[in-house]
């Protein structure tokens, strides 16, 4: 029972190339969600998916795609990136379901830099 | 729109002292609150939450935290502290009607010996 994994766990790239991060769980959870984390500025969501084929923008989703494949797989694809996007990529889950205090699971984290 | 500030950046402190680390939250309606720790290149794991009921909360590792609903608070606390509890703490908001979890933005407690 892994829980939730992340690949890769360290990236660097050049500005403008591309990558996709992923992101799994085995949990049978309904949620996903993809956060960034910075010094200073605690985890800020990106993009959430409250179920399978659904997708929401979260507080800091510009320069950044996400496509639920299937109840497990969630992936964040950065098409061009950019300096600014040099951060720890977080993939959390949640279990679904009222009222909405359920405990999100992390993963162990991408580090990613951007040259 | 709800928001949360943790008052500390940094809490130092020498191993068995009590520590409280500092939370306030914003919202204009009823509220869940969670603390997550997040210990040296790891993700972050839940210590404990409030989601109704009695005020004080207990979690894992001996923390406990009480909700403070006429000070919009909901501080960290254990009155004894180990080496092993160096690590980033977030405290975190969600409005019960809502599909966000709104974090602070942490506070890295060191204990020294």
């Known amino acids: 029972n892994a829980g939730v994994t992340q690949t890769p766990k360290f990236q660097v790239l050049k500005t403008g190339q591309s990558m996709t991060l992923q992101c799994a769980q085995d949990?049978?959870?309904?949620?996903m969600y993809w956060y960034r984390q910075d010094p200073g500025m605690g985890l800020r969501l990106i993009y959430y998916?409250?179920?399978?084929?659904?997708?929401d923008k979260g507080e800091v989703p510009n320069g950044y795609n996400v496509s639920r494949l299937n109840k497990r797989e969630f992936s964040l694809r950065l098409e061009s990136a950019a300096p600014s996007q040099t951060s720890v990529y977080f993939c959390?889950?949640?279990?679904?379901?009222?009222?909405?205090?359920?405990?999100?699971?992390f993963g162990p984290g991408t580090r990613l830099t951007v040259l | 729109a709800q928001s949360v500030t943790q008052l500390d950046s940094q809490v130092p402190v020498f191993e068995e002292a009590p520590v409280e680390l500092r939370c306030n939250y914003s919202?204009?309606?009823?509220?869940?609150l969670f603390w997550y720790v997040q210990y040296p290149n790891q993700g972050l794991q839940l210590l404990l939450k409030?989601?109704?009921?009695?005020?004080l909360v207990k979690g894992i590792n001996g923390f406990e935290a009480e909700f403070n609903k006429s000070q919009t608070s909901f501080h960290l606390r254990k009155p004894s502290v180990h080496i092993s509890d160096t690590a980033e703490y977030f405290c975190?908001?969600?409005?019960?009607?809502?599909?966000?979890?709104?974090f602070g933005e942490g506070t890295q407690l060191t204990v020294n010996p």
């Open positions: 959390a889950t949640e279990g679904a379901g009222a009222p909405r205090g359920d405990t999100q699971y």
């Open positions: 949990m049978n959870h309904n949620s």
């Open positions: 998916s409250a179920s399978e084929g659904t997708t």
């Open positions: 919202s204009s309606v009823s509220v869940y």
């Open positions: 409030y989601l109704s009921g009695s005020t």
């Open positions: 975190a908001v969600r409005e019960t009607s809502g599909s966000r979890l709104t």
